[in-house]
């Protein structure tokens, strides 16, 4: 290009430059324009089609696929076409973090309702089993799924049915209650592989690796034998992509079986075949499940410090995420024992403490198997132990010395806190109990009824006095004083209506949205300063009337929906007509000396032991 303006003359040049320039324009317009017009322009069903084939694209990203879902949904939106609309939000509910996904699906919920369509509602259901469980709300997880089953048993749709099977089996799973779990992922199995399609055949061998994996936890040796050998036939009817895939998870069992059969470098070749698929595909559990049994292959081969190099990648993990599956609990045995080998107490008590720690996140979590978890984890002799370590680190004046002395005032003031905390917990926990109750007794007290009734009767009794007064001739009635009772009973009256006005108000929830006393006042057809003297006489200043209304309102809804309790504290209050996060604790805390946080986990806790 340099060269050919060289040899150009100088008018030439400028003008291959302006039609260059146009060029480029015009580039840029038909880059940019399609989109828009391609996303509103078009108004048939095939639209829709169009759209959907772009979001579905595997090398579309994130980001643009949360953009294409967006015009999908507004184009719904603006066609009232309420199926199309929820197909939006449900896909969009997998690629955003939980809370935004429960929102998502509270928006779903409310299409679902003017949507005639049971096999719609069944998916609904199933997405909410799904959600939950991913997220690791067992117990909320469950609950969604056993309505799901029941819903798809009664309107008969088959596949839906045994969709909810693999879910029920997986957190059966996931608590350790292996033989149900085995029931459900069986079930699934035997019904998918009747019929040859793409989709059936995908969750026939889904619940094929299901059942893999729980032969292989129970140590099943000749089960999970037959099972690899379905599942090398049932992946060779699914299309290509999709092989490689279900191979690589295939491995993985192979891998297990091998280990069972003390087989330990084919486990290994296995093993680590199936690690990148799995790495890939973000499934960061059963990639620390690998890297735990590569540790323990190393650890049988007597090769116990590159073991404790892949059970570090699981204490990494812990450390980072706060949780772990139960099957790798045995990481911290394996180290607290190479530790105690290897004369390190320090570490030995970090293990320690994170053994117990996952100890109790197990009991939390999956209430459900608790009492195996007291017995089979043996917190207390672990306590035992870590107490045998702190006398053992405090003789070694030399090298810890310095740094147990620390540790020596800081379990002191841990003591001295957890007493404190101990009282706190039961005095926070009698005031929780108090306000439940109070909920549940008076969840909607007609405060505003009452006010109008009880203002009924002193008019009423008012104007019995006058009937009475005017019959005695001996008491001479001025004119001032029966213009006074005619002012009277006509405020009476307009205490009446506007007290009836709140009361609609009130049913009406006008309190959760921004509302000013002067906007009040003339929406119930009076002034601001009559609205405000009945108030102030009636229900305290009007912020914390409108405070207390909202409040009360919270409260109901989070003992009756433990949806919105998965929900941040901002979320509420935005929903509940807070400015801020900060003003709806402040006000919670005012009215029930207690915080949101607080109040809603004693709420998850109290469903949880109904549950059980």
């Known amino acids: 290009m340099v060269i050919f303006l060289y040899f150009c003359t100088e008018k030439k040049c400028l003008l291959l430059m302006i039609s260059l320039k146009r060029i480029l324009l015009l580039t840029l317009l038909l880059t940019i324009l399609p989109l828009p017009i391609s996303s509103f322009a078009q108004t048939t069903s095939d639209s829709y089609e169009q759209l959907l084939s772009i979001i579905q694209s595997d090398t579309l990203s994130r980001e643009k696929k949360l953009h294409y879902l967006e015009v999908y949904y507004r184009k719904a939106q603006i066609e009232k076409n309420g199926l199309e609309a929820y197909r939006a939000l449900e ?16 928006k779903m919920e409310l299409l679902i309702d003017k949507i005639s369509n049971d096999s719609l509602k069944g998916y609904f259901l199933n997405r909410n089993t799904g959600l939950y469980y991913t997220n690791r709300w067992f117990d909320s997880a469950l609950n969604y799924a056993i309505k799901s089953e029941v819903f798809n048993e009664e309107i008969n749709n088959k596949y839906n049915l045994n969709s909810v099977r693999i879910d029920i089996g997986n957190i059966y799973y996931h608590t350790r209650n292996y033989e149900k779990a085995l029931n459900y992922f069986t079930k699934a199995k035997e019904y998918y592989k009747t019929v040859k399609d793409e989709n059936y055949q995908r969750s026939y061998v889904i619940a094929l690796y299901s059942l893999g994996k729980t032969y292989w936890q129970l140590e099943d040796v000749e089960q999970l034998k037959a099972n690899i050998s379905e599942s090398e036939d049932a992946i060779k009817l699914l299309q290509p992509k999709h092989q490689k895939f279900e191979t690589a998870y295939l491995n993985y069992i192979k891998g297990g079986l091998a280990y069972l059969q003390n087989e330990y470098g084919t486990a290994k070749s296995y093993f680590e075949t199936a690690l990148p698929i799995i790495k890939q595909n973000g499934d960061f559990t059963n990639e620390h499940v690998i890297y735990l049994y590569l540790g323990k292959i190393a650890w049988n081969l007597n090769q116990k410090a590159t073991a404790v190099t892949y059970f570090n990648k699981i204490d990494q993990l812990f450390q980072e995420k706060k949780f772990l599956n139960y099957e790798l609990r045995e990481t911290y045995e394996y180290l607290i024992t190479y530790y105690k080998e290897t004369e390190q107490p320090k570490l030995q008590f970090e293990a320690t403490e994170r053994l117990i720690a996952l100890n109790r996140q197990f009991e939390k979590e999956q209430h459900n198997i608790t009492k195996t978890l007291h017995n089979e984890l043996d917190t207390k002799k672990l306590e035992t132990e870590r107490e045998q370590l702190h006398k053992q680190l405090r003789n070694n004046k030399n090298t810890y010395g310095f740094w147990l002395s620390l540790l020596g005032a800081g379990l002191l003031v841990v003591i001295g806190y957890s007493i404190w905390q101990d009282k706190e917990k039961k005095k926070f926990k009698t005031k929780f109990e108090g306000l439940l109750q109070k909920i549940q007794s008076e969840r909607k007290p007609e ?137 709806l604790t402040n006000q919670f805390k005012a009215e029930t000396e207690l915080t949101p946080s607080y109040f809603i986990k004693e709420l998850e806790l109290r469903d949880l032991k109904n549950n059980k």
Do not use: C, W
């Not at 896909?91 to 509270?106: R, T």
């Open 91 to 106: 896909k969009k509910s997998y690629l955003v973090p939980f809370n935004e996904a429960v929102v998502l699906l509270q």
């Open 447 to 583: 405060m505003v009824l009452q006010d109008a009734n009880e203002k009924e009767i002193n008019l009423e009794e008012e104007i019995k006095l006058k009937e009475g007064t005017e019959n005695q001739p001996e008491i001479d009635v001025t004119r001032e004083a029966s213009i006074q009772d005619n002012k009277s009973v006509a405020l009476k009256a307009t205490e009446k209506r506007l007290l009836r006005e709140l009361e609609r108000f009130e049913k009406e929830k006008g309190f959760l949205t921004t509302v000013k006393l002067d906007d009040l006042a003339k929406d119930f057809g009076t002034n601001r300063n009559t609205l405000s003297a009945l108030i102030n006489e009636h229900k305290g200043n009007f912020n914390s009337y409108i405070n207390k209304l909202r409040i009360n309102q919270f409260l109901g809804d989070l003992t009756d929906q433990p949806e919105i309790r998965k929900l941040t504290i901002t979320e509420l209050a935005e929903i509940y007509g807070f400015a801020n996060a900060k003003t």
